[in-house]
Every structure is written in C-alpha cells, then in structure tokens.
C-alpha cells in the first residue's frame, strides 16, 4: 500500500510540474518582457543618480549624444559614441553598455555577453554588477546556462540587495526548468510568505504556486 501511495504522490508530482511548466511556456514572454520594462525604467534612476553626483559634464554631453543619435534610428553611430566609453570613465562606461545592450541592432547573445561582462567586473559597484544578473536571469531563463545563472544569483539571494526578491522568483523558476519542484516550492512560498517582499513578486509567486496545487 507504501509503495502505492508513494507512485500516486509521484504521479501527481509530475502532473503538478507539467502545469507549471505549460504556464510558463504560455505566459513567460509576457511576464519577462514586463519586468525588463520595469528593471530597465530604474536604470536610468540608479545610475543617473551616481552619476550626477559625479556631476561630469563633458562625458554627459557625450552620453547624451548617443541617446539623440540612437533617437533618430541611427543605431550604429550611437554604439560607435557609447563604445568610446570602454577605456573611459567608469561610471559613464557602466551607463553605456547598459543602454548599448538594447540598442535595435543588439543581438541577444551581444546583450548577454554585456551582461556577463558587467557582472563579472569586480571594478563596477555591486549595485550595477547585480542588476546585470537579474537582466540576464530574466531574459537568458530558457537559454542560458543554469548552473551559470545560479553561480551569480545566490549571492544576491543571500544578502541585502534591492534585487534580492527578482534573485529568489529567478533561482524558483531555474528549479522549474530543472525539473526540481520541491526546490521551486520551496523558494516561492519563501518568497510569497516574505512580508518584506515587493508585492508585484509575492503575488507572481502565489500564481506560480497555484499552477502546481501548493497553495491546496
């Protein structure tokens, strides 16, 4: 009768991860392109507000130029202006891959290498360095690497960074992909009971329990 139960949990177990998984293949393209939407909004914040501190005008002029290039379709010209940042300043230069990496005539597999560039650069705040990982988590979920994407998120996951919450739904949806659905439990009902946790994301978390029967 053990051994009975033990298949029937099995079985429901698979049913469980099946849904999950139909949900997000039916929905992923919606939810990441909405929060890269939002992510990529506060980029402007966060880092304009570093850089204003430095109050650097001469290499302003030059971003901002950039940006009115790109704004009149002139996206090979405005990646030649945001490459001549690659040997300048840093906090300029941080600014310009982020913006080079969405440029219309950015392949995806350029945007993740500007990622992972920016991650795994010690010299750049962490602030930005996590940023970057959670871009690439959100947008690299089905194709990149996991155990890569792992490597970098856990950090996150484990201290005080304003991306905490997005490193833990990541590190909940690579288990998905994995085919780990306790592990995925697990972290989404941390995530869904964490008060202290964004709304949007605890309530992202619930849906993605409601689709494998935890909430039950």
């Not at 009768?1 to 469980?16: A, C, G, P, T």
């Not at 941080?94 to 440029?103: E, G, M, T, Y």
């Not at 990622?115 to 988590?137: D, P």
């Not at 856990?154 to 960074?161: A, D, F, L, V, Y």
Request: aromatic share 8%; net charge negative; proline share 1%.
């Amino acid at each position: 009768m053990s051994e009975m139960n033990e298949l029937i949990e099995e079985i429901k177990e698979d049913v469980r991860l099946d849904q999950l998984i139909n949900f997000w293949k039916k929905y992923s393209n919606f939810i990441i392109w909405g929060l890269l939407a939002i992510i990529l909004a506060t980029i402007a914040y966060v880092v304009w507000g570093h850089l204003n501190h430095q109050k650097n005008q001469k290499y302003a002029a030059v971003y901002e130029e950039a940006l009115r290039t790109n704004d009149k379709g002139e996206s090979d010209k405005a990646k030649e202006i945001l490459n001549s940042f690659q040997n300048d300043h840093d906090g300029y230069k941080v600014l310009a891959s982020f913006k080079k990496s969405h440029l219309h005539n950015t392949t995806q597999e350029e945007r993740f290498k500007i990622y992972l560039e920016i991650a795994e650069n010690k010299k750049i705040e962490a602030k930005f360095r996590e940023l970057s990982v959670i871009l690439l988590g959100y947008e690299g979920l089905e194709t990149q690497d996991p155990e890569i994407l792992v490597k970098h998120l856990e950090p996150i996951t484990k201290g005080e960074s304003a991306w905490r919450d997005s490193a833990l739904e990541l590190m909940g949806l690579i288990a998905i992909r994995q085919n780990n659905l306790k592990k995925a439990i697990a972290l989404l009902k941390n995530l869904h009971e964490d008060k202290h946790a964004l709304a949007s994301i605890r309530s992202r978390a619930m849906v993605y329990l409601e689709q494998t029967g935890a909430l039950n």
